[in-house]
T-cell receptor, first 111, second 114 residues
Framework: GDSVTQMEGPVTLSEEAFLTINCTYT??????LFWYVQYPGEGLQLLLK?????DKGSNKGFEATYRKETTSFHLEKGSVQVSDSAVYFC??????????FGPGTRLSVLP | EPEVTQTPSHQVTQMGQEVILRCVPISNHLYFYWYRQILGQKVEFLVSFYNNEISEKSEIFDDQFSVERPDGSNFTLKIRSTKLEDSAMYFCASNGRISTDTQYFGPGTRLTVL
């Protein structure tokens, strides 16, 4: 079945450092890809998404590009802030059916 | 901006008791979902619901679980006889059309079974 793999972390960075969180997927169809963020004590918030190959999703300085050839959707941000500390989940959805989530990557940003 | 809401935010119950977790999806959405997240683990799909019936369920969603849309706004998850391993965060989600893809998640209900 479909699956998502992502670096599990935890990832600890200093403020203003560059962030990459790797995500790769396996799917039988042509899924949409998502990054969700979970801040401490809160629920899941959609961060960005891409629905087809070569699409780039972006939001709040975060970006991810749908790479069909490498089945990847890596999350990047050029300069992280302390407020970005959270758990980041990569996920896929095939035609809006139930989501398949990766294990989550905990990011801690130090001042 | 419309959002999915869930109540209660935290539910504590004794093993063997029944619990009902409530969700109010976004008002014009047609597809509803429940997920759970055991502490420190990944988010897992439980069930999807459309047109007043279950459209898909995972192997986690056994006979102890049921879902219902009792009126035009609420969407509930019932656990008939809770077990210790049911302790988790339960998320409700909804989306408008299958082709929309994006599911909007509620803030979750933390269930603690003692």
């Amino acid at each position: 079945g479909d699956s998502v793999t992502q670096m599990e972390g935890p990832v600890t960075l200093s403020e203003e450092a560059f962030l990459t969180i790797n995500c790769t997927y396996t799917a039988t169809g042509y899924p949409s890809l998502f990054w969700y963020v979970q801040y401490p004590g809160e629920g899941l918030q959609l961060l960005l998404k891409a629905t087809k190959a070569d699409d780039k999703g972006s939001n709040k300085g975060f970006e991810a590009t749908y790479r069909k050839e490498t089945t990847s959707f890596h999350l990047e941000k050029g300069s992280v802030q302390v407020s970005d500390s959270a758990v980041y989940f990569c996920a896929l959805s095939d035609r809006g059916q139930n989501f398949v989530f990766g294990p989550g990557t905990r990011l801690s940003v130090l001042p | 901006e419309p959002e999915v809401t869930q109540t209660p935010s935290h539910q504590v119950t004794q093993m063997g008791q029944e619990v009902i977790l409530r969700c109010v999806p976004i008002s014009n959405h047609l597809y509803f979902y429940w997920y759970r997240q055991i502490l420190g683990q990944k988010v897992e799909f439980l069930v999807s619901f459309y047109n007043n019936e279950i459209s898909e369920k995972s192997e986690i969603f056994d006979d102890q679980f049921s879902v219902e849309r009792p009126d035009g706004s609420n969407f509930t998850l019932k656990i008939r006889s809770t077990k210790l391993e049911d302790s988790a965060m339960y998320f409700c989600a909804s989306n408008g059309r299958i082709s929309t893809d994006t599911q909007y998640f509620g803030p979750g209900t933390r269930l603690t079974v003692l």
